[in-house]
């Protein structure tokens, strides 16, 4: 009798971890965008019987709403649990990994910031492999305005946020872009192609290029950056830089669900 209830136990949990799965899938493909009963179902092989009978309880838990006539849809719930685990992310610990890779195959130095009003912060720095010492260090702030990090931050934002972000006038260098019109070409041109530039716009012979991280809905939660003297970032090798940037951006906003 005690065997018997042994196997008839392991039996148990096999369908509740097997129901389980097929939950998760359910909402998997919900989020997906299948929403009517006879996709679901046939999406996991499934009856409809069975596939309804999960999903109904999914909304009774609040994993997902159904909305009669339209289907099935992510439930409030789950929005709430989907947001806890973005903000139990640590932003630094994730990309870190991804910064000294690109530190390592550009030798350069390689930056991490946020953007905090009119200026970005740097939230992690990986020192570059050069005899090239930069002044920056995590805290620093610079205006957003002249900076790679900044551009490629803003150039991702509704336009309506860019004109509370520029300071007319600004000149932290001779190529600081202090007319509003030619930042606002400079972000354009920043949306278009994927990256930011820092031409010593912020500081005197010092270049960068940025590209933006994105968070699961498209916005942009960051920027990763190469830094380095102008006489190694010239126009030559800049295409180069730029591509192993924005593939590092790319990498870190996938783990965020971008």
């Known amino acids: 009798m005690g065997a018997m209830k042994g196997r008839g136990g392991k ?10 799965l097929r939950g998760l899938w359910l909402l998997e493909r919900v989020a997906d965008g299948v929403h009517d009963l006879p996709g679901l179902a046939q999406a996991l092989g499934l009856s409809r019987s069975t ?7 999914l909304v009774r838990e609040g ?23 973005y903000g139990s992310l640590h932003l630094p610990s994730l990309a870190r990994p991804h910064l000294e ?16 009003g009119k200026e970005v912060v ?23 305005q002249s900076t790679a990090l900044g551009k490629a931050l803003l150039a991702f934002l509704p336009e309506e946020r860019w004109p509370m972000a ?37 500081e005197p012979g010092v270049r960068c290029v940025a590209a933006p991280i994105l968070n699961g809905r498209g916005e942009p939660v960051a920027a990763v950056s190469v830094s380095t003297a102008a006489i190694y970032l010239d126009e030559e090798r ?6 192993e940037v924005v593939r590092t951006a790319q990498r870190i906003s996938r783990e965020l669900g971008g």
């Open 11 to 20: 039996a148990s949990e096999t369908s509740g971890a097997q129901t389980l």
């Open 51 to 57: 596939a309804h009978r999960i999903l109904s309880a």
């Open 63 to 85: 994993y997902l709403r159904h909305e009669p006539r339209k289907g099935y849809f992510l439930g409030p719930k789950l929005i709430r649990l989907g947001f806890k685990a």
């Open 101 to 116: 890779a690109l530190r390592d195959a550009t030798l350069e130095t390689v930056h991490l910031a946020v953007l905090d």
């Open 122 to 144: 740097y939230i992690d720095k990986v020192p570059g492999k050069r005899e090239l010492l930069l002044a920056s260090q995590i805290g620093s702030r610079f205006p957003a």
């Open 166 to 202: 520029f300071t007319p006038g600004l000149k932290r260098t001779p190529n600081t872009l202090s007319d509003f019109a030619r930042f606002r070409e400079e972000l354009l041109a920043t949306r278009a192609r994927g990256y930011a530039l820092d031409l010593e716009e912020n």
């Open 238 to 243: 800049l295409p180069e830089v730029a591509a």
